[in-house]
T-cell receptor
Framework: KQEVTQIPAALSVPEGENLVLNCSFT??????LQWFRQDPGKGLTSLLL?????REQTSGRLNASLDKSSGRSTLYIAASQPGDSATYLC???????????FGSGTKLNVKP | DGGITQSPKYLFRKEGQNVTLSCEQN?????MYWYRQDPGQGLRLIYY???????QKGDIAEGYSVSREKKESFPLTVTSAQKNPTAFYLC?????????????FGSGTRLTVV
C-alpha cells in the first residue's frame, strides 16, 4: 500500500516569505501527483497536477516538482500572503490504478 | 459550470439510524469516490466506482454502502453498523483510469451523531 507523508505538519511564516512544503511517498511507481488546498470546513481545491510524463508544474506563485526515483514532491510558494493560509495536501495515484492516496497535510499560517 | 454537488452540507444522525449522503457530478467523469476525513488526519477511501453499476471497497468500507445506477450520481449510505460515523465526508470524481486529469472534489458533508 502506498504511504504518503507530508512534512512539516504545521508551518507558520511571516508574510512575504518563500516556503517549501514536502511530500514523500513509498512506492515510486506512481502515475499522477496532485496538490490540493483545503480551507477550514471546506472541500479540496486542486492547485497543481503533475502528470505521469512531467517533472514539474507552475501556476502563478506556486511551483510543484516531482522526483519519482526518490519518492518526493515539493510545493514551492513564492512571496506568501495571508490568503495562502490553509491546509495543503498532496495525493499520489499508483500507476494505472486510478486511486489516489493522501498525505495528512501541512497546515500553513501566513502572518500579516 | 461543471462540478460536483454534495448535499446536505450538514447532517445529523441518531443512534441506529441509516442516513444517505448525496453526490452528483456534471463533469461527465467515469470514476467517482467517497472519502472520510477526521480531524488532523488525511483522507481515507471508503468506496470508489470506475463505471456505472460497478464499485469497489476502499480501505474503510465497513458500515457503509454505495450504489452507482447513473454516471452522474454516487450516493453513500452510512448504516447503523458504522460505530463512529461523525466525520467530514468528501466526494470526488475523475475522468477515469489512465487519463491525466486528476481529481475534482465536492464541498463536503459534515455528519454528526446526536
Amino acid at each position: 500500500k502506498q504511504e504518503v507523508t507530508q512534512i512539516p505538519a504545521a508551518l507558520s511564516v511571516p508574510e512575504g516569505e518563500n516556503l517549501v512544503l514536502n511530500c514523500s511517498f513509498t512506492d515510486s511507481a506512481i502515475y499522477n501527483l496532485q496538490w490540493f488546498r483545503q480551507d477550514p470546513g471546506k472541500g479540496l481545491t486542486s492547485l497543481l497536477l503533475i502528470q505521469s510524463s512531467q517533472r514539474e508544474q507552475t501556476s502563478g506563485r506556486l511551483n510543484a516538482s516531482l522526483d519519482k526515483s526518490s519518492g518526493r514532491s515539493t510545493l514551492y510558494i513564492a512571496a506568501s500572503q495571508p490568503g495562502d493560509s490553509a491546509t495543503y495536501l498532496c495525493a499520489v495515484e499508483l500507476y494505472n490504478f486510478n486511486k489516489f492516496y493522501f498525505g495528512s497535510g501541512t497546515k500553513l499560517n501566513v502572518k500579516p | 459550470d461543471g462540478g460536483i454537488t454534495q448535499s446536505p452540507k450538514y447532517l445529523f444522525r441518531k443512534e441506529g439510524q441509516n442516513v444517505t449522503l448525496s453526490c452528483e457530478q456534471n463533469l461527465n467523469h467515469d470514476a467517482m469516490y467517497w472519502y472520510r476525513q477526521d480531524p488532523g488526519q488525511g483522507l481515507r477511501l471508503i468506496y470508489y466506482s470506475q463505471i456505472v453499476n460497478d464499485f469497489q471497497k476502499g480501505d474503510i468500507a465497513e458500515g457503509y454502502s454505495v450504489s452507482r445506477e447513473k454516471k452522474e450520481s454516487f450516493p453513500l449510505t452510512v448504516t447503523s453498523a458504522q460505530k463512529n460515523p461523525t466525520a467530514f465526508y468528501l466526494c470526488a470524481s475523475s475522468p477515469g483510469q489512465g487519463k491525466d486529469y486528476g481529481y475534482t472534489f465536492g464541498s463536503g458533508t459534515r455528519l454528526t451523531v446526536v
